[in-house]
């Protein structure tokens, strides 16, 4: 069966823009994590969704937001990007709510870069 | 809340030769323990994970991981290492109950030389 999907797979944004990113779970995955991987601080939880619900959310800045769609796709958004927003973002599902982490399958990620 | 520390930021082994990657945890209970591998610009693949039972783990790849609770440790071993295995490994823990998200340490590099 097909895997998670991360679409755009490279990303280059210019400072002040906005970003959305895409995932796509395995077909009959409901939970949906997003962390952020950079080199220095490793990766990090963003958030978590389960049938349309944010279930927990990470230390982020507001401008980091997300959402899920009732076929259990999610979208991130970064608004007003900085410069520190470079990372890799991966994404993962699994069957159920929890515990999180339980069967996670994740993404191959989408790389931002933000100049 | 639960921690994870990888003592190794880089290792070097010879092909052929064993590996045993470190992984401390810190969790007020019994921990959900995994081991990721990643390799350069790809996702997450899981090699094995601990919940409850046997301490001593199968994974994938030829890997084990053994969970010792007095020593908070979940250490990562192969007995003889091959050049596919160069990669960046990841040790994870969660909560067995709740919506507490995964912690991840902050990886190991291997490098396998000939």
């Known amino acids: 069966k097909a895997g998670v999907t991360q679409t755009p797979r490279y990303l280059i944004k210019t400072r002040g823009q906005q970003v959305t990113l895409s995932c796509s779970p395995i077909s009959g995955h409901r939970s949906v994590s997003w962390y952020q991987q950079t080199p220095g601080q490793g990766l990090q939880f963003l958030f978590e969704y389960f049938s349309e619900t944010q279930r927990n959310k990470g230390n982020f800045p507001g401008r980091f937001s997300g959402r899920q769609f009732s076929n259990s796709r999610s979208e991130m958004n970064v608004s007003t990007l900085e410069l520190g927003d470079s990372a890799l973002y991966l994404c993962?599902?699994?069957?159920?709510?929890?515990?999180?982490?339980?069967?996670?399958?994740f993404g191959s990620g989408t790389r931002l870069t933000v100049v | 809340a639960q921690s994870v520390t990888q003592p190794d930021i880089h290792i070097t082994v010879s092909e052929g030769a064993s590996l045993e990657l470190r992984c401390n945890y810190s969790y007020g209970a019994t921990p959900y323990l995994f081991w990721y591998v990643q390799s350069p610009g790809q996702g997450l693949q899981l090699l094995l994970k601990y919940f409850s039972g046997d301490t001593l783990v199968q994974g994938i790849k030829g890997f084990e991981a053994e969970f010792k609770r007095s020593q908070s440790s979940f250490n990562l071993r192969k007995p003889s290492v091959h050049w596919s295995d160069a990669a960046e490994y990841f040790c994870?823990?969660?909560?067995?109950?709740?919506?507490?998200?995964?912690?991840f340490g902050k990886g190991t590099r291997l490098s396998v030389i000939a």
């Open positions: 994870a823990v969660g909560a067995n109950s709740g919506n507490t998200p995964l912690v």
């Open positions: 993962a599902s699994q069957v159920g709510a929890s515990p999180p982490g339980y069967g996670y399958t």
